[in-house]
């Protein structure tokens, strides 16, 4: 199995930019696909962004396109969600979350990271 600790989360202005991070431990890191999501106060959790084990197929939601970036470093065990030109409606609790390769469902999940857009 695998644990993950999400951090870099906080308070930004709109227009601002956030770089938030997932740290993994457990077995070996590339074995996992991983993905970012977030749930914002009183709506649904929605996919953000995803990144294979090899880091070489990307996908994201259409309210991430132009303005994130996913990316992982697989020697420090770390998932990395890049986010620019943040809104308001930004607002929510991201969660990293893993799955093996092998596995259709995502079964690993961190505790989530705050990120609060406003002025």
């Known amino acids: 199995q695998v644990q993950l600790v999400e951090s870099g989360g906080g308070l930004v202005q709109p227009g601002g930019s956030l770089r938030l991070s997932c740290a993994a431990s457990?077995?070996?890191?590339?074995?996992?696909?991983m993905a970012w999501f977030r749930q914002a106060p009183g709506k649904e959790r929605e996919f953000v962004a995803f990144?294979?084990?090899?880091?070489?197929?990307?996908d994201y939601a259409e309210i991430a396109k132009g303005r994130c970036t996913i990316s992982r470093d697989n020697a420090k065990n770390t998932m990395y969600l890049q986010m620019n030109s943040l809104k308001p409606e930004d607002t929510a609790v991201y969660y990293c979350?893993?799955?093996?390769?092998?596995?259709?469902?995502?079964?690993?999940w961190g505790q989530g990271t705050q990120v609060t857009v406003s002025s």
């Open positions: 457990g077995r070996t890191f590339s074995r996992y696909h």
């Open positions: 979350a893993a799955k093996e390769v092998s596995r259709y469902t995502y079964d690993y």
């Open positions: 990144i294979s084990g090899s880091g070489g197929s990307i």
